[in-house]
């Protein structure tokens, strides 16, 4: 069955620096991937989503990579500041249907 | 242009009582997921709904769930005669039409959470 995996529960970086979360996958093909961010007590709110033809998306200081031979996504916050501490989801579909969840990562920046 | 609005924020029943959580999508929007998420643990899929229509609901427990999105009114997640395991925060996302390469967001709420004591 297919799996999601996100690289690891939690992530503490100091502000300023550059936070890399990871998604990996097995046993799926997806023809997308997207990238959410969940506050405490909230929804998840959309932040990018990334083709399988596509290498490389970006916007503003985030960035996402998506390597359909490693099954792998990297997602990159450029000079994190404290307020992009939250958890971070991917999530993976195909057209026209729903798409799943990996865990999350809980990140943490640290003034 | 309200976002997808969710009611009750909050619901407690008993073992055994019905709890009916509604989603109003955002306008324009004729497609909704619903997703559950327990303590600590990520969104897992449940049911993927159409005006009128269910597309999949492979991720929705046989038994005691059932989920509808008529013509008119809110899509409508119901849990029969529920039971502790129940306890969880219940999302759901509306997206204009099914995701593709042109539509790529879909919108979530801000959630039902489900208390059964």
């Known amino acids: 069955s297919q799996k999601i995996e996100q690289n690891s529960e939690a992530l503490n970086i100091q502000e300023g620096k550059t936070a890399t979360l990871t998604c990996n996958y097995t046993?799926?093909?997806?023809?997308?991937l997207q990238w959410y961010r969940q506050d405490p007590g909230r929804g998840p709110v959309f932040l990018l989503l990334i083709r399988e033809n596509e290498k490389e998306k970006r916007k503003e200081r985030l960035k996402v990579t998506f390597d359909t031979t490693l099954k792998q996504s990297l997602f990159h916050i450029t000079a994190s500041q404290p307020a992009d501490s939250a958890t971070y989801l991917c999530a993976l579909g195909n057209y026209g249907q729903n798409f799943v969840f990996g865990p999350g990562t809980r990140l943490s920046v640290l003034p | 242009n309200a976002g997808v609005m969710q009611n009750p924020r909050h619901l407690v029943r008993r073992r055994g009582q019905e709890a009916r959580l509604r989603c109003s999508p955002m306008?324009?929007?004729?497609?909704v997921y619903w997703y559950r998420q327990l303590p600590e643990e990520g969104l897992k899929f449940m049911v993927y709904l159409q005006k009128e229509n269910i597309i999949d609901e492979s991720g929705m427990p046989k038994e005691r769930f059932s989920a509808e999105f008529p013509k008119e009114g809110p899509s409508i997640l119901r849990i029969q005669q529920v039971v502790r395991g129940d306890s969880a925060a219940y999302f759901c996302a509306s997206s204009p039409g099914p995701l593709t390469g042109v539509n790529t967001e879909a919108f979530f709420g801000q959630g039902t959470r489900l208390t059964v004591v």
């Open positions: 046993n799926y093909s997806p023809a997308y």
């Open positions: 306008k324009g929007h004729s497609h």
